[in-house]
């Protein structure tokens, strides 16, 4: 709970990370006691005896048991009081190169530290951030020159580009840590009184460190808003020593925090990013700083990344989920290859879901899914089919699964699935299953319809099929197996496909991106039926008695003649997103046609058909179309044609 609620202050950029030697000590840096060590066996044998009777006890190797800062005085001591030789061994052990840069490098990631400080004297945290993407601050001139949109580093003891500065001996601590009006120590101590502190690096079971640590908690006192320290194995006696001076002991270490740290934002900050729970800057920055490009977009409450991109290329997916019992065995049988293609797995398949990309978490909620197999083979291919068709630049792949060979074929608008088992592979007249669909869920063109219509009919037929890549023949069939539903539909589309050719031309216009409809089908061919007519229709029904220009006063009742009724027309059309506007003439013709007088005056007449039959022709005058705003209707497939007799019982 503890680590939770300091993750939380920390998204909230509310945390000054503070670290101590021991955060140091994985890339090979000595601790308080390693550096005496190290100080101690560069003395002569003399030197040494001194330094042990000075001591007020040893260790069991005889080094003197002294914390740095007293052993360091000591040490100048013995050569008279010269800085220059401590100053010298300092810098030879720190800027040493490290074993690894790894936990450094995990902090430069999360830009949440606005600010660090560190007693350290090494340069890890400037390595791992990087040239120029750090503020560094050694002394109190240097504080008005801090830049907003770099992180500080404030290295108190100093740092070895300026050995002059250090702080190691006891004169040295006493010198900083008295000075309340030091312009370095008072601006921490304003850090304190805002931010919470993280200590890490701080085990205060070591003198050396403990004797260190209390001197910050006594320059602080009475300033500190807060603190927490992260150190292993602590006594309930130091725990105990913690709370009363306001810190909160989290039982890790400085490199397992960071690393749950990291881990924490990779899991919480996207989620928390559209819920308004976290600032985007800082999110975005943290993105990038692990190599990923976001895309961003607002959502109700805050942002929304949509995507996530490798900044330098492909990065790595990852989706985790767990399917309920009843669609496990389907799930297995895809991932074995022994299914389809796809696999798709509905909302209430799903007992949860995580999808995450270069390790971070997208927080997206659980819908449905569809798997897709990888490809083993993709080639740019042409399709030459022993009928005449020929499809070029279509894109092969080719998956392989222990029981069958799947062929997919893409052109721009159209999709080819051909299904092979192994065992029929390399038969003469080998079995197989073949889907044929578009790409999109519109026609792109009446052209391509064609196109789609005579692949089917190609493949219905059993044609021969040959594969050409740069113009050299990689794959050959003589024949394939007929398949007669194919030849069906490929049929049924051709002759839509050209019924919307012949209104085509008939109008001067193209239809685009179309989706048809049966009424669309009705009307394409009606006018199809219409514009082809290229005779004016009182020529084709000569010998007929016409009931428009002949008296039919004179005409006696109940004659059986055949008689034609013309009608002159002007009808506006809606056909895929166009009003078509189209003068025309249509005749009506009666079968033994019989006259029967009507009304007071018996001026009207009705006029039955013996036979109950009536038959029209259309003949065009003129043909206009008119654009229609917005989007043609949702259209179904075609069906066929059959327009050109119409029965009735009567007309009057």
């Not at 005496?36 to 560069?42: E, G, I, N, P």
């Not at 092979?420 to 869920?441: C, D, E, M, Q």
């Not at 009608?567 to 019989?594: C, F, M, P, S």
Request: aromatic share 8%; net charge neutral; charged share 25%.
């Amino acid at each position: 709970m503890d680590q939770e609620t300091l993750f939380k202050t920390i998204r909230n950029r509310e945390v000054v990370l503070w670290a101590g030697a021991g955060f140091s000590k994985y890339a090979g840096y000595p601790m308080g006691g390693g550096l005496v060590r190290h100080l101690f066996d560069t003395l002569s044998k003399a030197q040494q005896q001194q330094a042990r009777e000075y001591a007020p006890s040893l260790d069991a190797d005889g080094y003197p048991n002294m914390p740095l800062p007293a052993f360091a005085s000591l040490f100048v001591n013995l050569f008279n009081g010269r800085l220059h030789e401590l100053r010298k061994e300092v810098k030879a052990v720190y800027s040493a190169r490290p074993k690894s840069l790894k936990t450094h490098q995990q902090v430069a990631t999360i830009p949440f530290f606005e600010h660090i400080v560190t007693t350290n004297y090494d340069s890890l945290f400037e390595q791992a951030y990087g040239q120029d993407k750090l503020h560094i601050v050694t002394n109190g001139e240097q504080i008005p020159y801090q830049e907003p949109n770099k992180p500080t580093l404030y290295k108190v003891h100093g740092s070895l580009e300026d050995l002059n500065r250090l702080l190691i001996t006891e004169e040295d601590y006493r010198a900083f840590y008295s000075k309340a009006d030091h312009l370095l120590w008072g601006a921490i101590q304003a850090l304190m009184a805002s931010k919470t502190l993280l200590f890490v690096g701080y085990g205060l079971e070591d003198p050396n460190v403990l004797v260190l640590f209390e001197r910050i908690l006594d320059a602080v006192k009475g300033n500190m808003r807060g603190a927490y320290l992260v150190s292993p194995n602590l006594s309930q006696l130091r725990i105990d020593w913690l709370k009363r001076h306001n810190v909160t002991y989290i039982q890790s270490t400085g490199e397992q925090l960071i690393a749950d740290l990291l881990q924490d934002l990779k899991d919480t900050a996207v989620p928390a990013l559209k819920k308004g729970g976290i600032e985007l800057g800082p999110t975005t920055q943290f993105l990038r700083n692990l190599g990923l490009n976001p895309t961003i977009k607002t959502s109700e409450n805050g942002y929304h990344i949509s995507q996530l991109t490798g900044v330098q290329g492909e990065v790595a997916g990852q989706v985790t989920l767990t399917v309920r019992e009843d669609g496990r065995a389907s799930l297995t049988q895809f991932q074995q290859g022994l299914s389809g293609l796809a696999y798709h797995i509905g909302p209430s398949q799903l007992v949860d879901f995580e999808w995450r990309v270069g390790g971070v978490n997208l927080g997206l909620e659980m819908g449905s899914l569809v798997f897709v197999r990888s490809h083993t083979i993709e080639k740019t291919v042409d399709i030459e089919f022993t009928g005449g068709l020929c499809i070029r630049d279509a894109t092969l792949r080719i998956y392989s699964s222990p029981e069958q060979v799947d062929f997919l074929v893409y052109t721009d608008l159209h999709k080819v699935q051909i299904r092979v088992p192994k065992k029929n592979i390399h038969a003469k007249g080998f079995k197989y299953s073949a889907t044929v669909s578009r790409r999109h869920r519109y026609t792109d063109s009446v052209d391509s319809g064609l196109l789609h219509a005579r692949i089917l009919q190609s493949l219905g037929r059993g044609e021969g099929i040959a594969l050409y890549e740069d113009g050299e023949r990689i794959w050959s069939k003589e024949e394939t197996p007929r398949g007669l539903p194919f030849i069906k539909q490929g049929e049924s589309l051709e002759r839509n496909m050209q019924t919307l050719q012949v209104v085509e031309k008939g109008f001067n216009i193209r239809f685009r991106r179309f989706k048809l409809t049966g009424d669309d089908i009705d009307t394409a061919a009606e006018l199809s039926y219409i514009l082809q007519m290229k005779t004016r229709v009182s020529k084709a029904f000569k010998g007929y008695v016409d009931a428009v220009v002949e008296d039919p006063s004179k005409l006696p009742e109940s004659q059986d003649q055949d008689v034609v009724v013309h009608q002159q027309l002007d009808t506006t059309y809606t056909l895929l997103g166009w009003k078509l506007r189209i003068e025309y003439e249509a005749a009506h013709v009666l079968k033994q046609a019989r006259y029967k007088r009507r009304g007071k005056d018996k001026t009207a007449y009705r006029i039955t058909s013996a036979t109950r039959e009536l038959h029209t022709l259309y003949g065009p005058e003129q043909a206009t179309s008119v654009a229609e705003a917005g989007k043609p209707e949702p259209i179904q497939r075609l069906d066929k044609i059959e327009m050109e007799t119409l029965h009735g019982d009567e007309s009057e």
